[in-house]
């Protein structure tokens, strides 16, 4: 039955030569969607038929819009939308759980091509909302849920399909970006960063969403999801917040050639994937150390490929409303010419631990600032074979922070050593532990 | 007929349940993409099919290689791969003109799908091709001619589609990046930096080609004739090369808070594209002046959507022959489904003449250092009506160097100023004049 569905939508549609969209959302990315699908000269050129939004679902028919929308296209009845006969593709950018996961879930079951800029659906269920759309034979389109306007999700599944990508390091939270750049530029703490981000309207509703990491595990989810074909979700990510990095941090860090960025970073490890979002000192030339602000950038690399960077600014309704629309021209185009959709079949993938995880770690430690206490720290780490890469002791008075930055190492260790130096008279805090990138 | 014979071909592909493909040119690049192309799993995976490299042409077929090709596939004769009743797919890797121009033309003509990573003749003879492919309903892909692995040509045109991209800044050559990231960082002369870059072997066989810009002015054709749907080529790209850019340049474009890179420039102008390939100061905090070495870097900007960067190595035989497969991939996939390709329908443009352009300009001037002659050479600025907006003044003994920068000035203006500045007794020489990008 959603097969029919499907080529009924399809036939109906090539007969009429043009195509009616079901928008669910009129939010900042709504009205821009509204907007660009209404000028047909631009869809004509680019999808090859005109395309109308013929129904939208709003929670508030009654708001004055800055957009001129028909009232009678209006409706709160977001399933009606995605039911109507007269709608072919439904384009999803309500975000949030509920109701747009529904409304998702309904257009694949009537076989209806969907396009969705929601992360938190798509980062929880994305794998199960993809193999049903396959089952279906339908299209779920998803470039919006990444990114804003940066071109990641296709490039990733088509251009570099032959480049068997292992790495991705990205940047994707513009708020934490800001407060670190300023923190790391202007010598500012992470609360005056935070509110200086508030200021310019980065923060999102909830702030932990974007502090405590979750915003950048959910597209790491997706992203990852894409480039290993593999069946992740945001919950097999590990995440780890900035709340704890201190304007102190960040000297030790750039005396020792770093900088503080807050990392997504997917690895594939042939029997296992690596996910995790956390803050990670990056050497200061490494291609992301540079990355500004509220700019997103992710850093792709193959076995065949060099590095490549995408990098731009990573919200905001118009960018995120063109990569909307650029896959409602895919969509189209494929529903003018009868192309069955081409949704990747995803496989489940084995992630591993962090605290299996190898990587080199900065610590810093306050110690009683007394001959042979440092003897009896380094000796710590070599019982737990735990090798120091290099190492800065600043004397405060009676103590003195020391600052180690270790070879790889497993999580599991490090905590190791981190349990031992508490039990140390001399060691009187451990005032942070960061994770190091490597270089690429 | 071209049309028989695309279906034709198409249909014996479905049948096979596989599809061939013949491969011109077994370089670095041809001999990475028989390797990709020859891996079962992959392709399988990615194009839903196997894909058989049937025929290879090339010049020396009993040379020694460093993959297992069996002598069999191999042959001199380029058109008799092309023609092949055996090949589905025609892959070019030779470069050059001939006999790549002819190979492109008769497979277009036999209405066979094409990739090709020949910059040369898609900067050339891009419009021409693409309106072939186009009239005989095949396809042409060419994401291997521009910036290496980095996905740009489908990204421009596929998920930017609505962002109706206004502006492309780029840094299309890696060969000048090195030699002017070693000039900025170093201190090093021109020919110094040359020498380096060749040491490393980066500079192109006739290294005319890297230096004065003719390399990315094609590279420069082919993206803005994606990106404006035109039909440029490299002769309506104005080109100036780097070799007259000197240390000293440097020095006061760091003093007024510049770099200095080659830039590829297109801006869609409503009735006049501009494009041109110069070397430009740059603000050190532009997202283009910290791309170092031998990397490309793309900065896309349209009126709905922030600045998006894409940059990554430019060239190499691996990434390119993943951006090569990558095209073959998509065609594969579209033949399997029996979709009609979309090639883009170009529109000639009218070209923006470089001395109708505004710019800001770089002036650096040796004038001899006497009361005065600062007054007098403002005035020729005055005259032609050309503002400044920063001088810095050193004396050098007898001379000194004036430096300084203006604000937007057609190019006819500033050669009015150079003349009568010229003409000045007080003027000794005009070391340079280098344009300026101004910040976006």
């Known amino acids: 039955m959603t097969l029919q569905n499907m080529s009924r939508a399809g036939g109906e549609s090539r007969r009429r030569e043009g195509l009616s969209v079901g928008l669910l959302g009129l939010g900042t990315v709504g009205t821009e969607v509204f907007r ?15 395309i109308r939004v013929a129904r939208i679902a709003v929670a508030h028919p009654d708001r004055v819009r800055t957009v001129a929308v028909p009232r009678t296209l209006l409706t709160t009845d977001v399933l009606q939308v995605v039911e109507s006969p007269d709608v072919d593709i439904v384009v999803e950018v309500m975000g949030g759980d509920e109701p747009a996961r529904g409304a998702l879930l309904r257009a694949i079951a009537l076989g209806k091509p969907v396009v969705t800029a929601n992360k938190r659906v798509m980062a929880n269920e994305g794998p199960d909302l993809l193999a049903r759309a396959h089952a279906g034979g339908t299209a779920l389109h998803f470039e919006g849920s990444v990114g804003g306007g940066i071109p990641l999700i296709k ?15 990205a940047i994707l939270n513009g708020t934490t970006n800001f407060i670190l750049t300023r923190m790391a530029r202007d010598g500012w703490s992470f609360d005056e960063a935070l509110s200086a ?14 502090i405590e990491g979750h915003d950048a595990a959910a597209k790491l989810a997706i992203l990852s999801m894409v480039a290993f074909d593999a069946t992740l979700t945001a919950r097999d990510v590990y995440r780890e917040g900035i709340a704890r990095i201190t304007a102190r941090d960040f000297a030790y860090a750039r005396e020792l050639g770093f900088t503080i960025k807050l990392l997504a970073i997917a690895r594939d490890r ?30 792709v690399e193959g076995r065949e490929l060099g590095p490549v960077v995408f990098s731009g600014r990573g919200a905001g309704g118009p960018p995120t409303a063109v ?12 529903i003018r010419s009868g192309v069955p959709e081409r949704t990747a079949v995803l496989a489940p993938r084995r992630v591993r631990p962090i605290d299996q995880t190898l990587l080199p770690f900065y610590l810093n430690l306050q110690v009683t600032d007394r001959p042979g206490v440092f003897a009896r ?7 737990a074979q735990v090798s120091i890469a290099s190492i800065v002791q600043k004397s405060r008075g009676e103590v003195a922070d020391v600052v180690m930055v270790t070879h790889d190492a497993p999580g599991y260790s ?3 050593v981190l349990e031992r130096l508490r039990g140390l008279e001399a060691v009187k805090a451990v005032n942070n532990v960061i994770r190091v990138e490597a270089k690429i």
């Open 197 to 210: 981000a508030r200021q310019r309207g980065f923060a999102e509703s909830d702030p932990a969403d974007d």
């Open 270 to 299: 042939d029997d296992e994937v690596e996910a995790r979002v956390h803050p990670a000192l990056i050497q200061q030339d490494h291609p992301l150390a540079m990355v500004p602000d509220e700019y997103n950038a992710v850093l």
């Open 414 to 416: 490090v905590q190791q």
């Open 36 to 50: 660009l699908l209404s000028d047909e000269d631009l869809m004509v050129r680019r999808a090859g038929v005109p």
């Open 323 to 334: 990569a909307v629309v650029g896959d409602v021209i895919d969509i189209a185009r494929n």
């Open 377 to 383: 720290v380094a000796g710590v780490f070599g019982d």
């Open 155 to 169: 490039p990733i599944q088509e251009s570099l399909a032959a480049g068997r990508i292992h790495a991705i390091t």
